[in-house]
């Protein structure tokens, strides 16, 4: 199993803790992040519990005194069943730029559009609740709420095996897990752009944003997932806004010119012949920064027209040529620099299209650069076996946004503590939501006696009884039922801003529960879990 880190690192090293009997295993791996979440030595461990009646990992061999426990804490052990009264987890499961290579990110992307689908396809698994898909070029993540985090994990990683065609097995070397509140630690960073190959890029939280416009109104895009993405927007915006994190920091698009112009000799930069394959919001983005860099010529090659025209009005002062895609290998055959951005989902050039091309000129290096920042690529690897052409990708990125790394550390640090500010006030919410199973059935349990009383009242009073006087009983029932509910309500209500107000909240839950015989005898999660597997067989 791939443990609970977003970078690639060492094998995994096994180590067994306390009595050999209870078979606990701790996978533990070094997080090896280009902006290391805790700055340190700090190992991401993730625990599996080989114990038949535990389904959930995580759990220690051995559980600490009730007294010790905080409420919470004592919710989630008061019961022996495998789906145990706790909340369903958040978990992400996940392959990115710093684990997985190319070649399988292109094959697991979802497109936008496929994004609603994904998510009904993951709900209609009999462990999951509520899902989210964040695919990008650098990223194919999956956000779920599983009524069981293992089983959840191997139903979600069957799922992307049997969509994408990558065996399970090789999922699992590459892909990352997180549960909880790293789960909620790690879309806080992807927001704020710490998880980008470039500090502080804004165009991740676009697609944070958009991963919520699509959502809304699915189906099991539901509460915890919605208002986990909503809170990552606002941690995105609060650390560019108060850290000026972005402030000289560029997208994958800027990355790509900025790589471009370092193969490139500098006598050229003002001279080589640039040519853009694609002209959406990724290929916008090319031509502004070749724009930013000196850069007054430019062809596209693209579907239509319109977006092309749109963006020569934009940029005034540079010319753009465009070219429909029926004369793409003549444009490329004059172009020194190629930048591919479609959304095709074969290769646009193979080695026997390049090498048919005539040779670029000594000034440029004698060497046409295509630089493919599209997933699927639309590059074949192939033609780096050319002398005359040389082939990067978004994996290539890496080397310019190697510099700058002590100003990157300090700002990332100083995102960290308003990230984890963030996720203490998220978590808090979650733990508010514990009690409002409660608050509804008390209040129905209460509606219950006051309906029943009242009939009886009204059938005392015969049939002779006004509209008036029958509306009058009904709100002085209704009166003293809600001033008498007044009390416990508030009581179990908080805003989770300080952990005791909580603990106290769930502590007088945990009463109400056990003085109107509230709970039901099976759990909640098993009930969902049951239902949801009836659902499926029909």
Same mark, same amino acid.
């Given at each position: 199993?791939?443990?609970?880190s ?15 009997s ?21 190992l ?9 009646t535990?389904?959930? *990992?995580?759990? !220690? ?14 919710l ?11 909340r ?11 684990t ?13 559009a ?11 698994l ?26 959840? +994990? ?12 990558v ?8 892909r ?18 710490l ?38 927007i606002? +941690? ?8 000026n994190i ?13 790589? =471009? ?16 394959i694609? =002209? ?20 596209v ?17 540079i ?13 490329? &055959?004059?172009?020194?620099v ?9 290769? $646009? ?14 000034d ?24 005359? &052409? ?6 290539? *990125?890496?080397?310019?946004?190697? =510099?700058?790394k ?5 700002k990332?640090?100083? =995102? ?12 808090a ?8 199973p409660?608050?509804?059935? *008390?209040?129905?349990?209460a509606?219950?006696?006051? $309906? ?13 009884? !006004? ?8 709100d *002085? ?13 508030q ?15 769930l ?10 015989s ?5 759990s ?8 949801? +597997? ?5």
């Amino acid at each position: 199993m791939a443990v609970s880190s977003a970078f690639a690192g060492p094998k995994l090293e096994t180590i067994f803790l306390g009595n050999a009997s209870q078979n606990v295993v701790v996978f533990c791996k070094p997080r090896k992040a280009i902006f290391p979440r805790n700055y340190g030595n700090s190992l991401r461990c993730e625990q599996q519990q080989l114990q038949t009646t535990n389904d959930n *990992l995580g759990v !220690t061999s051995t559980a600490p005194s009730s007294s010790s426990l905080s409420a919470l804490e004592q919710l989630k052990s008061s019961s022996a069943d495998r789906y145990t009264k706790e909340r369903s987890s958040i978990v992400v499961i996940g392959l990115s730029i710093h684990t997985t290579p190319v070649e399988m990110r292109e094959k697991l992307a979802i497109p936008e559009a496929e994004w609603p689908r994904a998510i009904s396809e993951l709900c209609s698994l009999n462990h999951i609740e509520e899902a989210a898909v964040l695919s990008t070029c650098n990223r194919m993540e999956i956000y779920v709420v599983a009524l069981s985090q293992h089983r959840g +994990v191997k139903e979600v990683t069957e799922w992307m095996s049997k969509t994408s065609g990558v065996p399970a097995s090789d999922l699992c070397e590459h892909r990352f897990l997180l549960y909880n509140n790293d789960a909620t630690q790690h879309i806080f960073e992807v927001s704020a752009g710490l998880d980008s190959l470039v500090l502080g890029e804004g165009q991740i939280l676009a697609q944070v944003k958009q991963v919520v416009k699509v959502g809304q109104g699915v189906v099991g895009f539901g509460r915890n997932i919605s208002g986990l993405f909503k809170h990552a927007i606002t +941690v995105g915006k609060r650390v560019r806004s108060e850290l000026n994190i972005a402030s000289g920091a560029v997208s994958v698009s800027s990355a790509a010119v900025e790589l =471009a112009l370092m193969k490139l000799p500098k006598s050229s930069h003002d001279t080589a012949r640039m040519l853009l394959i694609g =002209a959406g919001k990724m290929g916008k983005l090319v031509i502004k920064h070749l724009a930013a860099k000196g850069c007054t010529k430019m062809v596209v090659v693209n579907r239509s027209e319109e977006r092309v025209t749109a963006i020569r009005e934009e940029l005034h002062g540079i010319e753009i040529i465009y070219k429909p895609l029926s004369e793409m290998l003549a444009a490329a &055959a004059e172009a020194d620099v190629i930048f591919t951005s479609t959304a095709s989902e074969t290769p $646009l050039f193979l080695k026997e299209h390049v090498a048919d091309l005539p040779p670029v000129g000594s000034d440029v290096g004698s060497v046409r650069l295509f630089v493919d920042i599209s997933v699927p690529r639309n590059v074949g690897s192939c033609i780096k076996e050319l002398e005359t &052409a040389r082939v990067y990708n978004v994996d290539d *990125l890496k080397e310019v946004v190697s =510099a700058n790394k002590e100003d990157r550390l300090r700002k990332a640090m100083e =995102a960290q503590s308003i990230i984890a500010e963030e996720s203490r006030q998220f978590a808090a919410w979650r733990d508010s939501l514990e009690t409002v199973p409660t608050i509804k059935k *008390l209040r129905a349990y209460a509606e219950r006696i006051r $309906l029943a009383e009242l009939d009886k009242c009204m059938s005392r009073m015969g049939d002779e009884v !006004t509209k008036k006087t029958k509306k009058a009983a009904d709100d *002085l029932s209704r009166g003293i039922v809600n001033k008498l509910l007044h009390g416990p309500m508030q009581h179990l209500r908080c805003d989770g801003s300080d952990s005791r107000t909580l603990t106290e909240t769930l502590e007088n839950m945990h009463a109400l529960n056990r003085m109107f015989s509230l709970e039901t005898e099976i759990s909640v999660l098993e009930q969902k879990v049951r239902a949801k +597997v009836e659902q499926n067989q029909k």
